[in-house]
């Protein structure tokens, strides 16, 4: 197949807040060289024009980022210093903290708020709009930006350097035939690489694999984040304050928690993350949501609201022992692909900025040498060394492994942390984790009959009020998908799905996806067999993360399908 192939300097692929952050920050790095070359107040020779490309799968940037989230400014801050009068979309200063404890009827509020949840000068944001506002301060310095484009592949020449990505053809059916708009993707070849695509990133995944650069660390573990926003009838809950809770619905060996933030005109915007290490197989986050809100403290907050915007997302919270090289000849990870977030603050905002904001420097560097090896982009591993985001991230590595042990263990654990800056149990420097499929258990270590949920959520029900099944949930999520395409995603054995999965785990899939995209339907012949409705996919990752045989695939479809975030 004839090919065409751009000549990029960088690709970006995946429009986020660390991708976008790098763009920016590496063309003014460039203009200014330039500039300061042309007038002599640098030696040197200019740079010239460099080509600078940023990839986005989503039809319009920060359509398919969602987030809580408070951000903790100090990374918006070094990008760009009057992100407030320049009119960056912050939904309000955080006001009040608020940390709760619930039981199943009641909400304890604690008299102290834990330290790493002090959000004092931080900022609620709705992460999909300061991301399309990125967007346009790129779009504004010259970056090129093409929504509708996914990274498909890696390109690599004959020694294993990544020499540019190809995006993903267009214009193919179901069948895998041609249609008669096919155009194949376009093959970008770059001096760097870098891969910016969220959670789970697909390329990410691969490379790491093919490099081995997660060789030596510990697996990365994840968590779902299962978001509503609801507009509420009056002032009940303040614009400004953010509540966080524990304990319910989770049992004592699922990791979760809950949030709820006051946005502008009466939204607030809630959820709820589970860590994907549970381990009875019949957990479904969607549900667990689902029950947070049936809670009387949030049943009371949310009465006579409207539900209007649904989302859901991988969250990764492996800490810093989990990250993976961060650099091979020709290519840099960075923000949530590399797993720079902070799961005991729950942020990685600011460390996404400032990841991408270092491999920048990184580029700019290494455009200056003409010298794109792994050797030269190392030092972008001694930039984030020497940088503000490795004490911090140091100062929570372990947080995550020691809730393996139960919550309150977990939570004995994260404070002896605190206490020693990051030690397990306050005494070893690396706790170790499972990747978290392996955690959950076979149906019959709970003793349940086959999969009928009603075993775990005897007391869910859908009342469209309050609670909602997936299917409405997913409705508003907004999500749209060409359906003459091959499915993106891909079940390497379907076998197993009607045999050893369906009588081991009960087919977890069907709980696990917040989007209701896999089921096992009925064949006729008294058989079940798994039905993927690809076109329901909001792009979490939790399948990719959480089957048990690690045998889904979650590729990127066709540009443009997905979900069409708003103030999520
Ligand atoms: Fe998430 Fe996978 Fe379901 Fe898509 S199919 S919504 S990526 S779990």
Known sequence: MERESLE??????????????????????????????????REGKPLGEIQIAVIEKGSSIGGHILSGAVMDPRGLAELIPDFVEAGAPLESPVKEDHFLYLTGKHAIRSPITPPPLMNHGYYIVSLNRLTAWLGEKCEAAGVNIFPEFPGAEMLYDEADRVVGVRTGDKG?????????????????????????EGVRGSLTKKIVARLGLDEGREPQVYSLGVKELWELPDDRYPTGRVTHTLGFPSDQWTYGGGWIYGMQNRVVNLGYVTGLDYRDPLIDPHAEFQRFKSHPFLAKLLAGGKLIRYGAKAVVAGGWHAMPRLYADGVLIVGDSAG???AARLKGIHSAIKSGMLAAETIFEALLAGDFSASRLQSFEGRVKESWITPELRRYRNFHAGFRHGRWLGMANAGLQYITGGRAWGIFDRDHQEPGHEAMQKLSAYGYRGDDPAQRYKDLRFDGQLTFNKVTDVYHAAVAHNEDQPAHLHVLDTNICATRCAEEYGNPCQRFCPAAVYEMADNGDGQRRLQINFSNCVHCKTCDIMDPYQIINWVTPEGGGGPDYKGM
């Open 172 to 196: 193919i059916d179901k069948e895998g035939k041609r249609k008669p708009n096919f155009e194949p993707g376009v093959d970008l070849l770059a001096k760097v690489s870098v891969l910016g």
């Open 340 to 342: 720079f977030l902070n």
């Open 8 to 41: 990029m300097d960088v690709v970006f692929v995946g429009a986020g807040p660390a991708n976008l952050s790098g763009a920016l920050h590496l063309t003014r790095l460039v203009n200014t060289h330039n500039e300061a070359v042309a007038n002599g107040t």
